[in-house]
């Protein structure tokens, strides 16, 4: 008995869907006709008639050989290239029901060059309830004091990693990036710590340092030794500072 994969609702038209996957399976590259023909294993003037047919979804760039590459303002693209989930719930809605939003809005703008590839990992697929939320921290060198009151302690807990995902949106290998991010209390979501450049930090001092401008106090440290899933290690820190209670 054969099994038949569940198709992906989305508003991409069924002519191109094949086409889109030949994208996201070269990290959005931009493709020749002949690249795309072997990636999809469907004829030239088949895939030149699919794509006329839906120019808004298409991009040319010069002419011998034509470069074609996906229109990076739809959103039906993101969405369908994440399978209709929201990135940071990680809830499977439809797809009228889903937005797109940057995954780090502090990201420095650079002016494109002729060569340069988009950045589609920055551009995330999220719900409504999503949407809105801060997914970045910023790093603030002068500490705030605490002002003076009765005071009692609370404590957090804080993991730092360094993240294994592509190396880079053109590139197929897998390793370890140059930043690290950290999640509070066992909670779903991680975050970046920026500095005041804008620059994600890519070391657990200056994420601690983002806590302890806070007045933080770091009272223990956990290195997890479970290689297999991190190499690097995964570092556990707990932290506790007075808080402050109304008179």
């Keep these: 008995m054969m099994l038949k994969i569940a198709k992906i609702e989305s508003k991409i038209p069924n002519a191109i869907q094949e086409i889109i996957d030949a994208y996201i399976s070269r990290s959005f590259e931009s493709l020749t006709y002949k690249q795309l ?11 030149v008639q699919r794509i006329n047919r839906n120019l808004n979804y298409f991009r040319f760039i010069g002419d011998r050989p034509k470069l074609i590459e996906l229109n990076s303002d739809l959103e039906e693209i993101y969405i369908y290239r994440d399978k209709n989930q929201c990135q940071i719930c990680e809830k499977i809605f439809k ?14 703008k650079k002016k494109k060059q002729v060569d340069e590839v988009y950045d589609w990992e920055n551009v995330i697929t999220c719900c409504s309830h999503c949407k809105e939320k801060d997914l970045v921290k910023r790093l603030e060198l002068d500490p705030k004091k605490l002002s003076l009151g009765r005071k009692t302690w609370e404590y957090k807990e804080i993991t730092i990693r360094r993240p294994y995902k592509r190396i880079n949106s053109t590139s197929h290998k897998f390793g370890y990036v140059n930043y690290m991010e ?16 804008n620059d994600i930090c890519n070391s657990k001092s200056e994420i601690l340092n983002f806590f302890g401008n806070r007045g933080w106090d770091l009272i223990n440290i956990e290195e997890e030794t479970d290689y297999d899933l991190q190499p690097t290690g995964v570092f556990q820190y707990l932290f506790k500072r007075e808080k402050i209670e109304g008179d």
């Design 37 to 47: 023909s072997d990636q999809t294993r469907v004829e030239k003037n088949t895939l």
């Design 95 to 108: 797809p009228d029901e889903l937005h797109t939003r940057e995954k780090d809005p502090y990201r420095k």
């Design 182 to 197: 950290f999640n509070e209390d066992n909670g779903p979501q991680w975050y970046h710590v920026l500095d005041n450049e």
